[in-house]
């Protein structure tokens, strides 16, 4: 079966599910959005791009927004942030107060959001504005300058961020973070805001299934560190919701409670799917059963 008959063949199967599940709405800006959206793009290591749905549309990436941020750390120093946060699965909901109280201001792993605050603040440390070098390398990954943040969707997350705050200063209280409270909250909230498509977003993760190596060819991550951040996706990517997905799906991915999903195929290819709806664990509905489809399809899981 050819790229552009796989996606087709995906997105009929799951169309009857497109629109269930729960668009998140404890982030105002992003509660109008349409449940109804499905896009899912496959991208191969080559680049060659192939799409189904709205998967030229721009998302709010959220928490997919994550990979890059522990991508862009890991490729300055592969030990530190370990020092800071840990790399087990949470069990516990994305947000959670207390897992962070129990495990002493160390959060459990870099995709919860204290684990992310953390990231957050070492890159801030790193290169003075971390959501400007996310951006950067996601521009240039995907070849797309007009990767931007949505500055409705972070505005309106600014103005909602109590648990964040909470969290973060929390993690300040076990002295876990190097920069003030505010500045790293404002910086993790723009990255979480920003915007781009299914078709951008699996291109931009190309090095990820190309053992850490630019489109250009270039090095960004060790083959070592390209292997631990996939398997930092598998075992924490999806949350509370990992072990399902790692059963269903058997790819390493990422979520994001805009309702993105980026998987990657080591050696092979990307995929992104976006569908709005989620389910009680924060990750995109359909977009999961899309995923586990394409997996079942091809047989291109890890396993
Ligand atoms: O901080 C938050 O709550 C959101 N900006 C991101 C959370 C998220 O995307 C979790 N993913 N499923």
């Known amino acids: 079966m050819q790229s552009q008959q796989i996606v087709d063949a995906v997105h009929a199967k799951v169309a009857p599910l497109i629109g269930c599940g729960r668009v998140a709405d404890y982030i105002p800006g992003l509660a109008g959005v349409d449940p109804r959206h499905f896009g899912l793009a496959l991208a191969t290591k080559d680049g060659a791009v192939y799409g189904a749905g709205d998967w030229q549309t721009p998302f709010s990436i959220q928490s997919v927004s994550k990979v890059f941020a522990l991508a862009l750390v890991l490729s300055h120093d592969s030990d530190a942030i370990w020092r800071r946060v840990g790399r087990e699965?949470?069990?516990?909901?994305?947000?959670?107060?207390?897992q962070l109280e129990h495990d002493l201001g160390i959060p459990r792993n870099p995709f919860v959001n204290a684990?992310?605050?953390?990231?957050?603040?070492?890159?801030?440390?790193?290169?003075?504005?971390p959501c400007l070098a996310v951006l950067d390398l996601l521009r240039a990954e995907a070849g797309n300058p007009a990767i931007g943040v949505d500055e409705q969707v972070a505005k309106s997350e600014a103005e909602h961020r109590h648990r964040n705050a909470a969290l973060a200063h929390l993690v300040a209280s076990y002295s876990n973070l190097t920069n003030p409270v505010d500045a790293v909250l404002d910086q993790y909230t723009a990255q979480c805001a920003i915007a781009m498509s299914c078709g951008d977003l699996a291109r931009a993760a190309g090095l990820l299934a190309r053992h850490g190596l630019r489109s250009n060819g270039s090095r960004f991550l060790s083959r070592s560190d390209a292997k631990r951040l996939n398997a930092t996706m598998l075992t924490c990517g999806t949350y509370d919701g990992s072990g399902e997905f790692a059963y269903r799906v058997g790819l390493p991915a990422k979520s994001g409670v805009g309702g993105g999903i980026l998987a990657v195929v080591p050696n092979r290819c990307t995929l992104a799917v976006w569908s709005p709806g989620l389910d009680e664990c924060g990750n995109s509905y359909a977009g999961q059963a899309a995923l586990d489809t394409f997996t079942t399809l091809t047989g291109w899981s890890v396993f």
Request: charged fraction near 10%; avoid cysteine; proline fraction near 8%.
């Open 115 to 129: 684990g992310a605050l953390v990231v957050v603040d070492q890159l801030l440390t790193l290169t003075g504005d």
């Open 89 to 98: 699965p949470s069990g516990s909901p994305f947000n959670s107060l207390h």
